[in-house]
């Protein structure tokens, strides 16, 4: 079992940058794949990106690619998702989710794919 705990949003003016950070507790974390979704008010939960447990194999959804950069520090319990660039329909909750299993582009866009979620962390961008 693992518990997630996001931090790092915020209001951000558009083109501006944040880093989100996801503390996790509990056992074996460098066993989990971890990934991010968010939900704007009104949307649907979205895939934003994954990273395997590994940290050799990314994930981005072609909406942040080239701007979000994902990332995880094994030694610190920690995964980061860096946003640059950032534009106002990025406005959402974000969600870090962890994944006690592989990871494959299919399964890693699947929320159904995660078996532990953080609370989630507002992300603002102000156009």
């Known amino acids: 079992q693992v518990q997630l705990v996001e931090s790092g949003g915020g209001l951000v003016q558009a083109g501006g940058s944040l880093r989100l950070s996801c503390a996790a507790s509990?056992?074996?974390?460098?066993?989990?794949?971890m990934g991010w979704f968010r939900q704007a008010p009104g949307k649907e939960r979205e895939f934003v990106s994954a990273i395997s447990w590994s940290g050799g194999d990314t994930y981005y959804a072609d909406s942040v690619k080239g701007r979000f950069t994902i990332s995880r520090d094994d030694a610190k319990n920690t995964v980061y998702l860096q946003m640059n660039s950032l534009k106002p329909e990025d406005t959402a909750v974000y969600y870090c989710?962890?994944?006690?299993?592989?990871?494959?582009?299919?399964?890693?866009?699947?929320?159904?794919?995660?078996?532990?979620w953080g609370q989630g962390n507002q992300v603002t961008v102000a156009s």
């Open positions: 989710a962890a994944r006690a299993g592989g990871l494959s582009t299919v399964v890693a866009l699947n929320y159904m794919s995660y078996d532990y």
């Open positions: 509990g056992r074996s974390f460098s066993s989990y794949a």
